[in-house]
């Protein structure tokens, strides 16, 4: 067994496209700079994420370098869009809480309705430390998250992934596997473990910067979602609600929150501190 090193890092500019990878990130106290800082919501101002919309996967969302992102799709000319100057702020919701956030453009708004077939607003938002706060059964009062479902960063492993592709393997639809780990949408992906290991993780550090590991993820249909085709099947869940399910939650990677800035990369050690 190799030393624990982080073999994959991935924001999302835009919560429920697609993910980028990238060679190295800073980490900030709401999550990886540049990561779920923009989303998408209905004309209700409620969030539109995969669960509603599979196709969203096949849309492209890269990190402009003022912030911005440069959309694109299968058959559209791409799109730049701006992070909106500062000004009056729209609450929408997000899974439960009220968030304070700038809409973009118009001109974002329709190129992402025309593309989806439905009406949605690209929103932004502008400071999330000020914004919204991790639920402090988890979390220290204060402790803020962007975008994310609930917490700054995911943690998956290399080693469990394998492991759960060979229990689909052995399960009623193996041809829907090998499952690839962007079903997952980390945001940094650890090698040289066993499996599950990182189900008694409580700290890491990640080169030097510190994590506490906040809880396990219960997954949703997202994971049965291809992130080329949008195209959905029965796997990871079905395989999950066998193996490893927990009252109602079907569990795959873990939840981090940052004890502080820094920047990690890939192939910083990992280390396990409790």
């Known amino acids: 067994m190799h030393r624990p090193e982080l073999s994959a890092l991935r924001i999302h500019p835009v919560k429920s496209l697609t ?11 709401w999550g ?14 409620t969030a539109v994420t995969q669960r509603q919309l599979a196709r969203l996967a096949m849309v492209s969302a890269v990190p402009a370098p003022d912030g911005g992102v440069v959309l694109s799709a299968p058959g559209r000319a791409a799109l ?15 899974h439960g809480d009220r968030v304070e956030v700038v809409e973009a453009a118009a001109e974002a708004h329709a190129w ?7 009406p949605v607003r690209l929103v932004h938002l502008d400071a999330p430390d000020r914004r919204r706060h ?14 994310a479902d609930g917490f700054p960063l995911l943690l998956t492993t290399d080693a469990s992934l394998d492991a759960l592709n060979a229990l689909i393997a052995c399960g009623d639809r ?30 890491i550090a990640i080169g030097d910067v510190p994590f506490r590991v906040a809880k396990p993820c219960g997954r949703c249909v997202v994971t049965t979602t291809d992130q080329e085709t949008a195209e959905r099947g029965k ?21 981090l929150i940052p004890d502080a800035r820094g920047v990690i990369r890939i192939g910083d050690p990992v280390r396990i501190l409790g």
């Open 19 to 29: 993910a980028y990878a990238v060679g190295e990130a800073v980490v900030e106290p």
């Open 32 to 45: 990886l700079d540049g990561d779920r800082r923009w989303m998408l919501v209905d004309a209700g101002g």
């Open 80 to 94: 730049t869009v701006e992070v909106p100057k500062p000004g009056e702020t729209v609450g929408v919701r997000l």
């Open 112 to 118: 992402l309705g025309d593309h989806l077939g439905v």
């Open 134 to 147: 991790i639920d402090t059964v988890y979390a220290r009062p204060g402790e803020p998250v962007g975008l």
């Open 174 to 203: 193996p041809g829907e596997g090998p499952l690839p780990m962007d079903r997952f949408r980390p945001n940094v992906v650890v090698s040289g473990t066993e499996a599950w290991a990182e189900d008694g993780w409580s700290r």
């Open 235 to 255: 796997e990871p869940l079905r395989t999950l609600a066998r193996h490893r399910r927990v009252g109602r939650q079907l569990l795959f990677g873990q939840n």
